[in-house]
């Protein structure tokens, strides 16, 4: 994918013109720069960490047909936000953390984990997605202002890619709420045994 990047480096070995003057970015580029570099680590860890959290939970939401298929597919945009993200770190000779990325993928598992104990673990996920997708508009919407200040506006197609992938997500689970909500409920109460029926009624 790097056709959407312009190397941030000037090649090696690239001969010169005699009378090339190389531009200085100004303290405010420069600036800009050393955050967007810091800001794509951060949101490749965090990209990382989406993919743990949601391939834990595609585990337990096989009653919920609508829910599985749709972040299925939201791992595999989400794999392709983590190399548009990478490839562009490349192409300013700079590459992802491996610490961030480690670190965030192991609180990703975690945060599953504990919440797949929880009796709604549906719901209690769920909500943790919807937040989670609102933090990736917001930075994706951060990067892009941040590759304009940068003089790298070249970086800004994908990155807008990105950010309407994550829209059309916040989008889905708005829409989907209140439908799995109503689900959930449903399955809890075919799960119920009659003596357990007839103990809460009596309450």
Known sequence: MGDWLVSCQTERGTPTMPNEILSTPTPVEQAAHDTLIANLRNAHALEKQVIAVLEAQLKHVDEYPDLHARLTEHVAETREQAQRLETGLEACGESPSVIKDTFLSMMGMSQSSVQGLSEDAVLKALAADMMTEHLEIATYRSLIVLAKMAGKPE???????SLREEEAMADWFDQNLEQIT????EIKAAEARPDDTKAAGRE
């Open 182 to 185: 109503r689900r959930y409920v």
């Open 155 to 161: 970086l800004c197609a994908r990155l807008e890619e």
